[in-house]
């Protein structure tokens, strides 16, 4: 069983910076962030395998935010830069199953069965 917590999440002003932390991400399993702001679908952030060189980024957040894991701690990263308003939603963070490749598309909510309780993150004009 994978479970999952995240945290870090809070207020900031646009342009700041927020890093969230995903605990308990399991060994040898991809880790995604997800986001859902109010009355929208949970829409793709970022994905990163266990072997933290292969990474993935939605459009929207490409060049702002940089996903990390420390195998080590079994923990992921989520580093926010140059935050915008539209940045505001709830930060879900997710793991495949420990083990297995993703033969589908990482993208999608479908690959993932383990999620965390997820953390707010409000960004202020």
């Known amino acids: 069983q994978v479970q999952l917590v995240e945290s870090g999440g809070g207020l900031v002003q646009a342009g700041g910076s927020l890093r969230l932390s995903c605990a308990g991400s399991?060994?040898?399993?991809?880790v995604a962030w997800f986001r859902q702001a109010p009355g929208k679908e949970r829409e793709f952030v970022a994905t990163i395998r266990w072997t933290p060189g292969s990474t993935s980024y939605s459009d929207s957040v490409k060049g702002r935010f940089t996903i990390s894991r420390d195998n080590a701690t079994n923990t992921v990263y989520l580093q926010m830069d140059s935050l915008k308003s539209e940045d505001t939603a709830v930060y879900y963070c997710?793991?495949?199953?420990?083990?297995?490749?993703?033969?589908?598309?990482?993208?999608?909510?479908?690959?993932?069965?383990?999620w965390g309780q997820g953390t707010q993150v409000t960004v202020s004009s």
């Open positions: 399991g060994q040898t399993s991809r």
């Open positions: 997710a793991s495949t199953r420990p083990g297995f490749f993703v033969q589908g598309d990482v993208r999608s909510r479908a690959e993932y069965p383990y």
